[in-house]
C-alpha cells in the first residue's frame, strides 16, 4: 500500500450469502476507475451472454475515495467471469500491460463488440487491440486467426500473420485471402 490507493472493501470480506461464497472465482480481477466503475460495468454487461451487474456497495465511510454512500465497487460478470470495478479515484489509470482478449466465433461478433467498444470515445488499434471509452484495452480476435496463423503450411501461416499485423480490426477474409494467396 502507497498510500495512495483507496481501501475498499473487498469482495471476499463483504458478507456474502452463503451460495455467493461457493460461486465466488478464485482470482477476481479489480478494475479502477475514476467514478465511472458502474457505468462501466452497465456498459460491459451488455456486450457479452452470461453478463451482469452482481452487486454494488456503497461506502459506510468517508475513505480517500469519496463521501460515505458514495458507490465504492461494483461487481459484475461479463460471459461468466467475474470483475469487480472500484471506484478509486484518478490517481491511477488503465494501459496497454493489461488487456481483455474476447475469442469471436465470426467475423459479425468481431464487428458488432469492435463498433461497441470503439464507440464514444474508443480507439481503435492496431491488430485486433483497441481501448474502449473508460481506457481499458481490449483486443478483439476471430477464432479464425488462431486456426489460420497455426497452419500446418508455414507458408499459409506466414501469410496469414504478415496480413494480421497490417489491420486494425481483424478481417477474416483478408486472412484468408491472404493465407491463400501463392
Given at each position: 500500500?502507497?498510500?495512495?490507493?483507496?481501501?475498499?472493501?473487498?469482495?471476499?470480506?463483504?458478507?456474502?450469502?452463503?451460495?455467493?461464497?461457493?460461486?465466488?472465482?478464485?482470482?477476481?480481477?479489480?478494475?479502477?476507475?475514476?467514478?465511472?466503475?458502474?457505468?462501466?460495468?452497465?456498459?460491459?454487461?451488455?456486450?457479452?451472454?452470461?453478463?451482469?451487474?452482481?452487486?454494488?456497495?456503497?461506502?459506510?465511510?468517508?475513505?480517500?475515495?469519496?463521501?460515505?454512500?458514495?458507490?465504492?465497487?461494483?461487481?459484475?460478470?461479463?460471459?461468466?467471469?467475474?470483475?469487480?470495478?472500484?471506484n478509486g479515484g484518478p490517481d491511477f489509470?488503465?494501459?496497454?500491460?493489461?488487456?481483455?482478449?474476447?475469442?469471436?466465433?465470426?467475423?459479425?461478433?468481431?464487428?458488432?463488440?469492435?463498433?461497441?467498444?470503439?464507440?464514444?470515445?474508443?480507439?481503435?488499434?492496431?491488430?485486433?487491440?483497441?481501448?474502449?471509452?473508460?481506457?481499458?484495452?481490449?483486443?478483439?480476435?476471430?477464432?479464425?486467426?488462431?486456426?489460420?496463423?497455426?497452419?500446418?503450411?508455414?507458408?499459409?501461416?506466414?501469410?496469414?500473420?504478415?496480413?494480421?499485423?497490417?489491420?486494425?480490426?481483424?478481417?477474416?477474409?483478408?486472412?484468408?485471402?491472404?493465407?491463400?494467396a501463392a
Amino acid at each position: 500500500h502507497d498510500g495512495r490507493t483507496s481501501c475498499a472493501t473487498p469482495k471476499f470480506l463483504q458478507v456474502q450469502p452463503k451460495e455467493d461464497v461457493m460461486a465466488m472465482a478464485k482470482v477476481l480481477p479489480c478494475l479502477w476507475f475514476d467514478g465511472n466503475a458502474e457505468e462501466a460495468a452497465e456498459f460491459y454487461v451488455t456486450l457479452l451472454p452470461n453478463s451482469h451487474v452482481d452487486n454494488v456497495w456503497r461506502s459506510p465511510a468517508e475513505t480517500p475515495s469519496g463521501p460515505a454512500g458514495m458507490i465504492l465497487t461494483v461487481d459484475f460478470t461479463v460471459a461468466g467471469q467475474q470483475f469487480q470495478g472500484l471506484n478509486g479515484g484518478p490517481d491511477f489509470t488503465f494501459n496497454e500491460s493489461v488487456s481483455f482478449v474476447i475469442e469471436c466465433e465470426d467475423q459479425a461478433e468481431v464487428d458488432r463488440l469492435w463498433e461497441s467498444l470503439t464507440a464514444n470515445g474508443g480507439e481503435p488499434g492496431p491488430c485486433g487491440w483497441l481501448k474502449d471509452r473508460f481506457g481499458l484495452s481490449w483486443q478483439i480476435v476471430p477464432r479464425r486467426l488462431g486456426e489460420l496463423v497455426n497452419d500446418a503450411d508455414p507458408g499459409r501461416a506466414r501469410r496469414a500473420m504478415e496480413a494480421m499485423l497490417k489491420m486494425g480490426k481483424i478481417e477474416v477474409a483478408e486472412l484468408e485471402r491472404a493465407a491463400a494467396a501463392a
